[in-house]
């Protein structure tokens, strides 16, 4: 069993890697911003991450553990994003490349974004 002093380290620790993790995630924060700005995402910061929103859907998104939950406007159902993965893309963008296509106004076409 580990003494406090262990646990203390081990949990500092945790929360450095946390915070680097935040700093090097946070460096996408430009990039989403035009991104946003070009598919008229509302991007505003919250506690510890960003919300997106646009129609009735939002999306959460928390740097530290690099989380993204997606609800709708008035509802407390809310859903962890498990879209597909594109390799060395961050799966924020993913996250918002798919909402980009559902939210687009003319259903007939698919949104084609560039990967």
């Known amino acids: 069993m580990p003494t406090p002093q262990e646990y203390r ?3 500092a620790a945790k929360r450095a890697e ?3 993790k935040a700093v ?3 460096r996408w924060v430009p990039v989403l911003e ?3 700005d070009k598919f008229g995402i509302c991007m505003k910061p919250i506690p510890n991450g960003y919300q997106f929103r646009i129609r009735e859907y939002i999306v959460n998104w928390w740097l530290p553990t690099n989380k993204i939950v997606i609800q709708f406007a008035g509802s407390d159902d809310h859903k962890e994003f498990q879209g597909d ?5 961050p799966k924020i963008i993913t996250a918002l490349k798919k909402l980009a ?3 687009k106004e003319d259903a007939s076409s698919v949104l084609k974004i560039p990967s």
């Open 85 to 89: 993965l594109v390799p060395n893309e």
């Open 34 to 36: 035009v991104f946003c």
């Open 9 to 11: 380290e081990r949990r």
């Open 18 to 20: 946390r915070k680097a």
């Open 101 to 103: 296509n559902v939210t």
């Open 24 to 26: 090097r995630l946070g």
